[in-house]
């Protein structure tokens, strides 16, 4: 069988924390616990949650950007961490990332052309006039014109700089684009677009995706897979259907549950879909009741399988 | 109809802030508010929601200025006022809430006496004693171990924490208007339901009247009692939330309903692209001169139901 694009297996980020006193014990902050994650060729897994639970740093792992503590990533069955991991040139060539604020993750002193083809130039796949010619060709496909390519960031609105920020990801032909919050910078009017041609490019470029993100309504309508992390650790996985329609770790629930919805206005309050039924009288963990200390040895749990592909942790 | 509805606590009139005296990048925008009453100013960035709401403060920065029009606090022209008497009506009768916590807040002072500020400039109370007030408003936006937290400072707490600190410092002195630009645009979503809430509790409780600045649909739907749509420095339409939501009038909003993705929409025979805003809206429909559109508004019974 063949592997799949991306495998992340029993993934650790962890992070010093400095002691509390002089002969205190060590702490450690487990930013990323066990993660185990499998992207497919051609689809978009999202991972959602709160802001400090994991998954930027998730991500970075991928992007080769952070260190892990433990545990492999593998692309087509070949590492991208450890000793025989690919150089970072080529790694620039598997996966690319799109950043939340366009602005900020630009050259203010560059023009868009020399940005984009300096990639190009850099990894010696084209240069001159054939480098131009490229350049055109990816601001054309982003819905740009190729006369954007003299003109400095400063000079575009929002939409347009994430339109040059997808185009800079792709001049090297990645397989994988992280997509790290790529629209909740924007203007909801913006975001439809934004959204509708990274669903195009992934259609025509034949894409993977890894979106990042808190907004869930983004996420159910881009979104093969869905992870929700919460402290480090994914609390549920499944197919975007399963999560929508039937969430079921408590974490999850709240998350949809406290989505504002207009729609709810109109039609008095809103139903959260049922929950999938667990096996036996097992406890979600961890307990969202309490806040858990990243400090801590966290329970022992494991995912369970509750439906096709639907999997929520539950204690031990 | 006029005659069951209280007098607005802010009633803004033709109100028009130009960039300079010659470039107006707002135009003729009027709306009222009512006392108690929760209004929401939804557009998209640069539409003027935010430059409407720091005018009514007298927050504006060169170079904006309001360039005509009226905002009548409570019957009386703010915008004639002088500079001093503004100073003393802002954070008293009038407060405001801003989107990012961090930067509003002083990261020098602690929390506790960025609160018990409040009572010492607009009560002329003691240090000592408006420390003690500060720790009861702490208390009010529930913050854990309030005598605890006053003595940290800013950067010691997390962003709701934050959030409800800048709500307590704008409802210390219980105003009669509460503005709040965008206050939970950098929070998570579960903590922004938390904030929300706490918002219309306390405001309900004290008869506050709310502006509030977003441009999340959702949060609009879930706050406010009657809605006005903000599009290139206009006013394009007010109606009362359901009837927004339910029955909107100008091309500009109903574009906007149809561009956000929603939950629950997607079917499971495949990803639909969304619908742009673009393809809703003819852009002459979004230049021309018209007038706002209005509807009546309903019941105030229904509005405390």
Partial sequence: MKPPLLEIRDLNVHFPLPRRSLFGPKRTLRAVQGVNLTLNEGECLSIVG???????????????????????????????????????????????????????????????????????????????????????????????????????????????????????????????????????????????????????????????????????????????????????????????????????????????GSVPDPDAILTGARALPDAASVPGAARFSPDISRRPDPDEQPEASELVPIGQGHRVRLAQ | MNGILPDPVLSVRNLRIGVGRRNEILHDVSFDILPGETYGLVGESGSGKSITGLSVMGLLKRPLEVIGGSVLFRGQDVLKLGSRARRRLRGDRMAMVFQEPMTALNPLATIGRQIAEMFVVHRGMGWADARRKAVEALESVRVPSPEERARSYPHQLSGGMRQRVMIAIALACRPDLLIADEPTTALDVTVQAGVLELIAELCKAEGTAVLLVSHDLGVIANMCRRVGVMDRGRLVEEQDTRALFANPMHPYTRGLLAARPRLGSRTLSGRGRLTELDQVVASEDRARDTPTMTTPRGFQAEATA
């Fill in chain 1, 50 to 256: 709160e802001s400090g639970c994991g998954k930027s740093t998730t991500a970075l792992a991928v992007m080769g950007l952070q260190e892990p503590t433990s545990g492999e990533i593998l692309f087509q069955g070949r590492p991208l961490t450890g000793p025989s991991a690919p150089a970072r040139k080529e790694r620039a060539r598997i996966a690319q990332m799109v950043f939340q604020d366009p602005y900020a993750s630009l050259n203010p002193r560059q023009t868009i052309g020399r940005m984009l083809s300096s990639q190009l130039v850099l990894h010696a796949i084209a240069r001159g006039t054939e480098a131009s010619h490229r350049v055109a060709d990816m601001l054309t496909r982003v819905g740009l014109t190729p006369d954007h390519a003299d003109r400095y960031p400063h000079e575009f609105s929002g939409g347009q700089r994430q339109r040059i920020g997808i185009a800079r990801a792709l001049m090297l032909d990645p397989k994988i684009l992280v997509l790290d919050e790529p629209v909740s910078a924007l203007d909801v009017s913006i975001q439809a677009q934004i959204i509708n041609l990274l669903m195009d490019l992934q259609e025509t470029l034949g894409l993977s995706y890894i979106m990042i993100s808190h907004d869930l309504s983004v996420v159910e309508h881009v979104s093969d897979h869905v992870a929700v992390m919460y402290f480090g650790r994914v609390v549920e996985d499944g197919d975007w259907h399963s999560i929508f329609s039937s969430p079921t770790h408590p974490y999850t629930r709240r998350l949809i």
